[in-house]
């Protein structure tokens, strides 16, 4: 089956310090995903990303679709305490698969004051 | 509107006994899924139903039933509880575009003990 590897695992970041994550596939998706999850809570979406080689940004989110389909990254600018959490990335691939996301082991972002 | 809902937030079951954990949401979505989330694993499909009267498979369904007899409702069984079942279960819906489904909203989750 699709496979996301998501990387670093964990980080612990000082406040103000500028974030990146990224996921990488062995197959091809046709939306990518990024998430985050705080304790005791659903993921709630933070961007989507259509089309091969998007750049997408959400305040001082960034994010982009892989030209290549297999890989996404997310940037996170002056990191604040807030953005503690659990990020995801999510892979969905098109046709008979529609619907179906496939996750990253998520990141872990721990930003010390 | 309430989003997707979630019941109960935590259960506690002994090996062997059945449940069913309820999801329901008021957008009317036509897309409703459910996950498993474990340590290290992230997001796991379980089922998924693009429609009232329509459900299938995901990556992980064995030991699990659902059904979809209304848009707004998507109930997970568990027949025999297993302590591999042990995880917090996550619902979400969306809606179906063309041939592809929109941002998917999740509920709160609900945490699952099996002794």
């Known amino acids: 089956g699709q496979q996301l590897n998501q990387s670093p695992q964990s980080m612990f970041i000082q406040e103000g310090e500028d974030v990146s994550m990224n996921c990488t596939s062995s197959?091809?998706?046709?939306?990518w995903l990024w998430y985050k999850q705080d304790p005791g809570e659903g993921p709630v979406l933070l961007i989507a990303l259509y089309k091969a080689g998007e750049l997408t940004s959400n305040g001082r989110l960034t994010a982009q679709f892989g030209i290549t389909r297999k890989d996404s990254f997310l940037n996170i600018s002056a990191s604040i305490p807030s953005d503690v959490g659990i990020y995801f990335c999510a892979g969905q691939s098109g046709g008979t698969s529609y619907g179906k996301l496939t996750f990253g082991q998520g990141t872990i972002l721990t930003v010390h004051p | 509107n309430a989003g997707v809902t979630q019941t109960p937030k935590f259960q506690v079951l002994k090996t062997g006994q059945s449940m069913t954990l309820q999801c329901a949401q008021d957008?009317?979505?036509?897309?409703m899924s459910w996950y498993r989330q474990d340590p290290g694993m992230g997001l796991r499909l379980i089922h998924y139903?693009?429609?009232?009267?329509?459900?299938d498979q995901g990556e992980v369904p064995n030991g699990y039933n659902v059904s979809r007899s209304t848009t707004e409702d998507f109930p997970l069984r568990l027949l025999s509880a297993a302590p591999s079942q042990t995880s917090v279960y996550f619902c979400a819906s969306s809606y179906v575009l063309g041939g592809s489904t929109d941002t998917q909203y999740f509920g709160p989750g609900t945490r699952l003990t099996v002794l």
């Open positions: 957008m009317n979505h036509e897309y």
């Open positions: 197959s091809i998706f046709n939306t």
């Open positions: 139903s693009v429609g009232a009267g329509i459900t």
